[in-house]
Every structure is written in C-alpha cells, then in structure tokens.
C-alpha cells in the first residue's frame, strides 16, 4: 500500500471496492482510478501501442498518454477510458487493454526487440510488394496487432441527451484564473457558467503549497465554491468539459452525468451534449506540464512531476515508495517539494540548471531534500521503474526509487483557442506557446495564457472577468482580486538528455521516440504536420497533449532554424474524446428522426396495413388479406378493385398551399411552365415547375378556389422545399407581387377516391351537392360540406386514370371521411389500397412521378413540353432552350413492355441496341420505373430512351449489370391504360 | 430512444400520465382542446393600415415577434405581415368570420384550426425541459411573457410563446409532428416529474 498516512480530499471514512484486470482492491470517494490503483501499489496499468512496453500513470488529467483501459463490461464496456478521469465508483469494474493473454505477460511486447525495424514508416516501407498483399494480407495482420481497446458490440443501453445553455460569460476552467474570473464576473450581475472537466473544482490550487488572502488555497476554493453556487444567475458545471469552439461565441460541451456512478439514476441520461451560447468567454484551462526525453522515460513509475505532486497531495497517494524529480524549471521543484512536503520519500530532486533561485533552495533545504544542480537522469531500470541513473559534475550514480517525476516545464492548454482557425506563437521567455490570434469574444487568463505565477492567475482572472461581464453589459462592482505571493516561474529550456541507451520516447501514446523523429528529419518530412503523419506524433487520444512540445523542440534542433520558426501543429474539436452517443442524443432507433402520421393512420392500421417509411411520413403500402400469398397478390387485388369498382387512399402528405391576393394569377404564370391566370374559378389545373437550370422541380395540381384565392398542392417530397422556393419567389425574386401564402398541408386530410363506382359514393358522403358530370366535370373544384355539415372541396383529379375524386376535410375528420367512403362504398366493393397500387396505377396510366422528377431531366424529356407556355416568362425557361435540351437524340420519356411477356423489367437497367456491346458509348437510356401491370398481364416500365418518341415499336435491350438481366423490350407509349384518358372524363 | 416510451407506438402521442420519480412534479404538459387558429397576413405594403385598423377596433397588433392576449384571442406575430390567431371555444369558420369583421376584406386568412396541436408546459423545471432542445435563451431577461418564436425542436417545427404568471408557455405544433414532439419532451421532462395530461390513455 502507498497510501500516504494522512492529506488528500479523499474520504477515508468510506471504502469503495472496485476491480482491475480481476483482482479486487478498495479506494475512497475522492479517488480516481489511477490514485487508487497506485494506492493499491498497481503501477502497471497498460501496454504501450507499438512495441507493448509495460506502462504506467503519466498524467493525473484528460491528457493522459498511458493509462486507458476498457471500463465496465458487457453493453456498457468502453474502450480507450482514462483512468485518471475515471472517478471510482462501488463495484467499478476495468480491464486494461492492448495486451495478451495478460497485462503482466504480453507475448505481443516481444514487438520491443524488433523497435530498430519498426521506427517511423515501417509500413510504408515494408509492405510495399507485392502490392496485391496488401489488401488481404497485411492491412488485416497490421489492424490485428494495432488498436486500442475494444468497443462493446451490443446496443448501449443508455441515453444521452443535449441542451442549450445561454449565458453572459462562460468561464471555461474553475482553477485559480477561472475561479476568480467567474466570481468577478457573476458579482458583477452576469449569468455566468463555470465548466469544470473536473469533478472538483479548483484546478492546480487542488495540490497548491502557497497561501491565497492569507488562508490555505484549498479554502479559497471552498469559499469561492459556496459564493458562486449563492449566486442565483451563475451556473457551476463540473464534470464538463468544453471540446469546441464554434461561430457566434458557441462552444460545445460535454456534461458527464451519470459517468461516475455504476448506472445512472432512474430517467437520467449518461451525458449530456451541451451547446452554450456565450456572449463572452474566460478560457482559464491551465497548462500541461510536459517531459523531458530521455533513455527510458517510459517505464511505469515515471510520470510528470505535477502529477506525483497531484496523486500526493490531492489524493494522499505516494505514486512509489520512494521518488525523484527531475526538472528544469521552478514549478517542477515546487511540485517536488509539495510532494516531499505531503510525506513522499523523496530521495532527490534533479535540475538540469546550476542553481535553483535562492528561495527554493531554502525551502528544500528545510525539507531535508537533497538537490542534484546540472543534473541529468540519463537511464532507468526495472519492468516497473526500481532505478535512476543520475549525470552530473560530481559524476555518475544511481538512485533506487520507485517514482520519477519529470518536469520540462508548462505547456499551455491552448487548445480551443485554434478552434476556429487561432495560431500560438512561441515566447522564449516562457519557452513557451501562447495564444495569439482568439476566436471572437474568448479571452484568456492565467497559464493558458504564459500566466504562470498563483497571483499572476488570480489576478489576470479577475480583470478578464471584470471585462468579459463589462464586454457583456455588467458594470462590475470594485472589489479587490483575491492575493497570492508570487510563486516563482523560472525555467531554463531543456528538451533531450543526450545519452545512449534505451529507447527515449517523445511521444507514450503512440510508442514514438527521439530517434523516430531524427528519421522523420533525415527522410524529408520536417514541417510539423509531416512530422505529425509520418511518425504520427501527437495523434490519438490525447492528440500530444503532453508530447508535442518535446518533439517539435526535437525537430527544430534537427533543422537549426528554432521552435518559433518551427512552429506548433493546430489543434481541432473535440479537445478530448466524444461519445459518438452523445451527439446523437435523443435521436436513435425510432427516435433517429420524426415519424408522422396520416391523418387516417390508426384506421389503416386496423385494417392491417403494412406501412413504408416515405420521408419522415409512415404510409399504407399495400392492405393485405388473409390467404393472400405475397404483396404482389395484394397489389394486384388492390389495382383491380380500383379499375373494375372503386379504390381509396388517403393523400393527405402531399403539400399543400394556400395563396392569396391579387397577385396569385400573375405569380403562378412565373413560378408554373404553364398558364394559371386564365383558369376558371372552381377549375384545377396540372402544372409543372421547373428549376432556374431549365429541369422540372416539381409537379402537381393547382385549383382556383375564388377570384384571388388559389390552393395548390406539390408532391410529398417536395412539400418543404416548394413552400420554400415560393417564399423565396415572393421575398426576393418579385417583392412587388401582391401575394400571401400559407402552408395547409396540415390542416387538411385529403382522400383520393378512384375508379368507376367513385361518384356514387361520393354522392352519398357529400350533404346533398350535385356531384354529377356536368356539375362536376373533370378537373372541376366543388366548395361544399360533407357527413352532414363537415366543410369539404372537392377536387376531380385523377392520378389511376379512372374517374376520380380528391376529397379534402379539416385534419381532425380525415378519419371518419376514410369509414365514411368506406361504408359508403361497401356494395360497390371499395377497396383501399396503399402507395404500392398507386404506384402501379400511375405507371399503367404512364404519370410521372419522383423517380421521372428526378433532377435530370426537362419537360420535353418528360413529354410534357408541349404543357409550356410561349407567351409568358417563368423560371426555367431560358435554360430550358439550352441546345442540348433540344437535342433531337436527347432521351425522351416512353413506355416498355418486354418481348418476352414473362419476363420481368428492372428499374434502374439502362438502354442498348439489340446486339451492341453494353459499354458507355451505346448507352442510350434508362429505365426509371417498373410494375407488374394487372390489368395487361405482364410487366411494364417507364424511362427515358433516345429519341424515344419516335422509336415506338422498336425494341432494345433492358441490360441491368448490377442486378443482373439482359432483356429484349418493346418500345410503347407511356399509357398503357386507356390512353386516350376516356376513363376520367365520364 | 429512451425505455420510457418503448412501449408507445411512435405515430401516438404518449399517453397521459405521470412520467419520473413518484411524487415530483417538475414539468406539467396539458394538450389544449377546442382551440381554432388562423393565419392573417396583411396585403403587400397594408402592414400599417391593418395595424391601425385593429388597434381602433382595440386589437392592438404588433409587427413582430410578439403575443397580444386580448378577449379569447392570442395573436401571434410569426412573420413580418404575419400572425397566428388561436381563439378558445370557437370553430375555424366562426373565427376566421370574427377576424373578417374586424380587419375587412383586405387580408388574407386561412383557417388553420386542425393545423396544429396546442400545449401548454408549466412548473418549475419547465425551462430546464424545454432546454433540452429549445435553442432559445428562454430566460426571462431574455424571453419575457408575450414573447413569441418559431423555431425548430428535435428537427420538428414549432411555434413558442411565453404567457403570465410562474413560468408558463405555450407551444403549437404541426398535427403530424406532435407524437414526435412529445417523444423528446417526455424523457426529457420525466427527470424533473412530468405530468401529462389531454393526450389520451394511449
């Protein structure tokens, strides 16, 4: 056990047990993973990447290189977890991943002896022939050996959900800097939101030796804590974590909810996606403390020495049982001396430079730890780290210790500040990168931003806090910033122990190592983001949180020009890893997007319909019944039932427009191919729109209801999209126009009734109007009521081709006008049928539908050119003349029927002359839609062939490579029912 | 998807009922019954007249995003020009009559009545429920009572306003969307308790 005796924010008071790799230990509420696997003298925590060395704790945060492990099991297991992020929980169960049969013994690690051969483009230079191998053979051997931890296979059974959050000021970060910017800003009367990745606020006062206004740091965070949570309009999120910046002062957010509990709560998600809306922003997130390359800088027991300091003093956990620090800089002496201060046998603390700043020194002294001045650590030994070996003026020796806290000084946690396109520049002074250029409205305060010192971080908080609630509109009220002494920030660059020996690793996540990034030099890939492809520093997980500095400072040695000139890659969202399942929130399965219903859904359901999903609306395919053997044999009935008597179906998803003014004709004239301001008051008429490009938009009917008031209906799909495109018509193209529109299509169910017997049951539904031929003749509009005082119209339209009706009624009626007809049709044998007749019906009948309107082709293609008026302008119509829409070999719209009766066409086959061979350059066509007609027997289909129109009763091969089929068609009209369209009009 | 409604068809509105922890009641949703809507748009540059007209005939409109509540009728602006007129025990007819008389022949209305389902949230966790999806800074600072949007929620359209008293607002959304609507709402509401109510047993 390296539980120290005493200090941390644990609660010792209370036990957790928990399970690692199937053994079991005990924590304490307070603990992470990490604290508590290294109080239970677990060290080895993981295998590395490439060579599967043996790997322990690095970090004691979200950066963390090494530690991952596959937390929880079964549904819920998750890869590639941080076990330094990992808060323990009763009965948290984790397996440590990348290694086989066992973390302790991985056959894999003998990968380590084969390190001289699998440096930096090992593949790219290995498995280069025979080039065929490579997909079979090594892509999949190379996948097998890589990867991380393995994902769960099963659903997750938990949810996730996201929200919005609007605020005067986010503070991103609650250490000093964050701390103070959040309690000047929400003092000064903002709605302030304080995100915290952390389960605990405080950042780096959590394990800070130097006093705040005279008390302890810990208690200024207490008391800080307990001001913001008084504060009404100040908000405090921990466990969250912002990944993104985006435009208009957006920032994303993830709040672990659930993440640190076994399962979550009854009715609580696991996360929650936040989106934050921000007028300002404090990014106060600190800095990283980063390594120094050397031999051996790996082994499980060396870890940043703010994290010994971190797992000491905040955890009460001696990382070994006896440690070193090795550093550079003042921060890493502090971080030794609070480690050695919390009860940590600290057996020497090792600084590259001469002499520490007199202040320090005293501070050691009267510690009793001993300080190695120009010294170096130029090897280690042990599987788990058991010895140092230390360089210095007075020579060489070796220390045996168990821990070793490397230092090579802060690198800002400048993360979102790229987000949005922000380049750090290098600072000597600091040897450092600082923020430049800030996404609009985030400024930056304490070490993120070069702020090193504990006054320095309250100080500048204050004032960003003071002026980002300034910036936002609050006038804060003076009082004084919270007072710290100056901790000292010295730091003497220094990046590489020059020695031989082991490998010396730059990057732990990604097994990449100082001698990587000399063959990245050596073979030409210098510019950091080659540097990054080639060795893939800095990729992964932790994206080089912690290494990227060391291996850029690398590079620029290599080259001679400097880091400043070297420069940094650029950092992109998320800062850390995001659940794919969070983002998706509520929409999954079912949920993924909205269903809608007709308004006659229910009652086709009782009817045992078989539904399709046809955008977000769930349509009646096709009504089976019992003894039927398939959907083709209820289709057929269907159609049949229509043609011969009468069929129903409900027609309420098309769009539907409501267009008022005095300006409706002249608009419809613009927006139509067609002539509409001439139509007749209670008349309809089918028109065709077309796209600026000259191709059809969308079909459908329009009717005048009275002298200035038009409906017009669109097809289902483009419901949205024409409401759309006729605002846009009116808003922008003709604001002159006189021209209100509404959208209806919700407000009215519409049912279509087909077939000869259709008149006589609409007469028996409709309160008495006269619905005969005359009165109501085809294409005619009747205003009028229906089931006794229901207000209805009544359109004569006809999609089948059989004489026809469109009965439209108030929304909350559609039902009972569906039982209505029903009943009224019962003698007749009515028969409702599902979008699968309608499908057949309108092809038998040669309409065109979706698959004709599909983007490619023009009313001429379509046969509809004819429809275009010439003595009027309207969109489309000038590209509509391009010459290759006039093109005499342009395919045109026809029907087919295959030659051979029995056979069966496919949607989709594409035209050949008979005997050509099926390449590109004999493509004549295609064919877009297929049914089996039975009113003829036998296939039929639609398409477009070249110069269809005059090809009718020839024959071409229908030649389907995807699916298979060679055909022989006949050539036809397009109507292959009643063409003449007699049926309609009786 | 959330277990809560694994049982309820996805083109059904849940049924009503108590959804969360027993004995909280964070969130109340009461579907609105008997409600006729209309749509008035004033007539290309008639914005001012009808404005003028309605507000002699003590209908004082406003040409924006704001709820006039005035003898039944609440008067939505959704648009420039445009209002969304819901009015309590009427019918679509006899409202779009009213509307006629009172802003003459030159508007143009639409009986909108079956167009919409009307819900009425309320309780103390409301904000945090609609949160979860209402990109609108529902903040009183921000989104005082008499303020009205459209926006969209889970990809569905809707209409939002906020009445009087401890936070309540109302919420109209289109027929054919409101089972999806409620899909979101309800586990997003059940955490605070979420009461139910006017969409039937389901």
């Not at chain 1, 959208?743 to 279509?752: D, P, Y």
């Not at chain 2, 609440?74 to 019918?91: K, Q, Y």
């Not at chain 2, 309320?122 to 009572?145: C, H, W, Y």
Request: proline letters at 6%.
């Amino acid at each position: 056990m390296t539980r120290l005796a005493h200090g941390g924010l644990i609660n010792r008071a209370r036990t957790l047990s928990f399970r690692f790799d199937g053994k079991s230990y005990t924590g304490h509420p307070g603990d992470t993973l990490a604290s508590a696997l290294l109080a239970n003298g677990v060290r080895l925590m993981g295998r590395s990447f490439k060579y599967h060395r043996p790997r322990g704790v690095f970090t004691a945060g979200s950066e963390e290189p090494n530690a991952l492990v596959e937390l929880r099991a079964g549904a819920r297991r998750e890869p590639n977890t941080r076990a330094t992020t990992i808060e323990l929980f009763e009965g948290l169960e984790a397996q440590s991943q990348n290694r086989w049969p066992s973390l302790d013994h991985d056959l894999l690690s003998v990968n380590r002896y084969l390190s001289p051969f699998l440096g930096a483009g090992f593949y790219y230079k290995t498995f280069m022939w025979p080039a065929a191998f490579w997909e079979k053979l090594y892509e999949p051997a190379i996948r097998r050996a890589a990867g991380l931890g393995a994902a769960a296979a099963l659903p997750d059974p938990d949810t996730y959900e996201k929200a919005f959050a609007f605020c005067d000021v986010l503070v991103i970060g609650s250490g000093p800097a964050g701390l103070a910017a959040a309690l000047a800003a929400g003092r000064a009367g903002a709605r302030v939101i304080l995100a915290e990745e952390d389960f605990r606020l405080g950042g780096r006062l959590l394990t800070e030796q130097a006093a705040i206004d005279g008390a302890p740091a810990r208690d200024f965070v207490s008391r800080a804590e307990a001001e913001l949570a008084s504060l009404a309009h100040v908000r405090i999120m921990p466990r969250t974590t912002v990944f993104g910046v985006y435009d208009g002062g957006e920032y994303a957010a993830v709040e672990r909810v659930s993440d640190h509990l076994a399962v979550p709560a009854p009715f609580q998600p696991r996360q929650r996606l936040w989106r934050i809306i921000a007028k300002r922003a404090v990014l106060a997130a600190g800095a990283f403390d980063r390594p120094i390359v050397f031999p051996g800088n790996d082994r499980p027991g060396v870890m940043t020495a703010q994290a010994l300091a971190t797992y000491a003093c905040r955890y009460g956990v001696g990382a070994g049982a006896t440690a070193a620090v090795f550093t550079n800089n003042d921060a890493g002496v502090a971080a030794a001396l609070a480690t050695a201060g919390a009860g940590v046998k600290l057996e020497a603390l090792i600084d590259v430079r001469p002499a520490l700043p007199a202040p320090l020194a005293a501070k050691a002294k009267a510690l009793g730890v001993r300080v190695i001045t120009s010294g170096e650590v130029i090897a280690t030994s042990g599987k788990l780290l058991t010895g140092l070996t230390v360089r210095s003026p007075a020579g060489t020796e070796t220390l045996a210790v168990e821990a070793l806290g490397i230092s090579g000084g802060a690198t800002p946690n400048l993360n979102l500040t790229c987000h949005l396109g922000g380049k750090p520049v290098y600072r000597e002074d600091l040897a450092a990168f600082v923020p430049a250029t800030l996404p609009p409205g985030l400024a930056v305060a304490g070490a993120v931003a070069g702020q090193f010192s504990l006054a320095d971080c309250l100080a500048y908080g204050t004032a960003e806090g003071v002026r980002a609630a300034a910036d936002a509109g609050f006038t804060a009220p003076t009082l004084p910033a919270p007072q710290a002494e100056e901790t000292a920030t010295g730091i003497q660059p220094f990046w590489q122990v020059k020695a031989k020996g082991d490998l010396a690793f730059v990057d732990l996540q990604n097994d990449v190592s100082a001698k990587d990034v000399g063959i990245a030099h050596k073979e030409g890939f210098r510019a950091v983001e080659l540097l990054k492809r080639y060795t893939t520093l800095g990729m992964a997980t932790d994206q080089g949180k912690t290494s990227n500095m060391a291996g850029l400072a690398l590079m620029a040695e290599l080259t001679g020009q400097g880091i400043a000139a070297t420069g940094t890659t650029l950092f992109r969202p998320p800062y850390t890893p995001v659940a794919l399942g969070v983002l998706a929130g509520h929409h999954r399965d079912k949920d993924f997007r909205p269903t809608r219903p007709t308004p006659t859904h229910d009652w086709a359901q009782r009817q045992g319909a078989v539904f399709v999903e046809t955008g977000f609306w769930l349509r009646a395919a096709y009504f089976p019944k019992p003894g039927e053997k398939d959907w083709l044999e209820s289709v057929n009935r269907e159609v049949n039932a229509t043609r011969s008597a009468c069929g129903v179906i409900d027609v309420s998803t098309f769009g539907k427009i409501d267009l008022q003014g005095p300006d409706v004709g002249i608009f419809l004239d613009r927006v139509y191919i067609n002539m509409f301001s001439t139509l007749a008051v209670g008349k309809a008429r089918y028109g065709v729109m077309l796209r600026e490009d000259g191709l059809v938009m969308d079909d459908g009917t329009t009717a005048r209801l009275g002298e200035q008031h038009y409906v017009m209906t669109t097809t289902t799909a483009n419901a949205g999209k024409m409401f759309q495109h006729l605002e846009f018509c009116l808003q922008v193209l003709w604001p002159d126009l006189d021209v209100q529109i509404a959208s209806v299509s919700e407000q009215w169910a519409q049912i279509a009734v087909s077939g000869p017997r259709s008149r006589a049951v609409l007469a028996q539904v409709v309160d008495g109007a006269d619905v005969s031929n005359a009165a109501l003749p085809f294409m005619g509009v009747l205003q009028t009521t229906v089931m006794g005082g229901v207000e209805a119209r009544v359109f004569r339209l006809s999609f089948s081709g059989e004489l026809g009706y469109e009965i439209a009624v108030p929304a909350r009626h559609g039902a009972a006008l569906m039982e209505a007809l029903m009943a009224a049709g019962a003698p007749f044998g009515i028969t409702p049928y599902g979008t699968e007749a309608l499908g057949v019906l309108r092809i038998e009948k040669g309409h065109v539908s979706g698959s004709e309107l599909n983007g490619q082709t023009s009313a001429r293609d379509l046969g509809l050119g004819r429809m275009a008026s010439t003595k009027k302008d309207y969109i489309g119509r000038v590209l509509s003349q391009r010459p290759a829409f006039l093109d005499p070999d342009r395919p045109m719209f026809v029907g087919f029927k295959p030659v051979d009766r029995s056979a069966r066409l496919k949607a989709g086959a594409h035209l050949l002359p008979p005997g050509a061979e099926a390449t590109t350059a004999h493509d004549e066509g295609y064919m877009t839609s297929v049914a089996y007609s039975p009113t003829l027997g036998h296939s039929i289909g639609l398409g477009f062939l070249k110069r269809g129109a005059a090809r009718i009763g020839e024959q071409v091969r229908a030649f389907d490579p995807v699916r298979g089929g060679d055909i022989l068609v006949e050539v036809c009209s397009p109507a292959f029912v009643d063409p003449e369209g007699e049926k309609q009009r009786v | 998807m959330s277990d809560l409604l694994a049982q309820v068809p996805v083109t059904r509105l849940p049924p009503e009922g108590h959804y969360g922890p027993a004995g909280t009641e964070g969130v109340r949703a009461r579907a609105l019954e008997g409600l006729a809507a209309a749509t008035l748009a004033a007539r290309k540059g008639g914005t001012g007249a009808l404005i003028a007209r309605l507000t002699a005939a003590g209908l004082p409109l406003v040409d924006g995003p704001k709820v006039l509540f005035h003898e039944g009728l609440t008067v939505l602006g959704t648009g420039p020009g445009r209002w969304l007129v819901f009015a309590e025990n009427t019918t679509g007819p006899a409202l779009l009559a009213q509307l006629r008389a009172l802003a003459g022949d030159d508007v143009a209305l639409t009986d909108q009545s079956d167009a919409n389902l009307v819900f009425e949230l309320t309780g103390p966790a409301v904000r945090d429920a609609l949160a979860k999806g209402v990109a609108l800074d529902l903040d009183p600072r921000a989104f005082a009572p008499g303020d009205v949007a459209t926006t969209v929620v889970a990809h569905v359209g809707v209409t939002l306003w906020a009445c009087e008293g401890a936070p309540t607002y109302r919420l109209a959304v289109a027929r054919s969307f409101a089972p999806a609507l409620l899909r979101w709402l309800t586990p997003g509401a059940a955490p605070f308790g979420f009461a139910l109510s006017g969409t039937g047993r389901g």
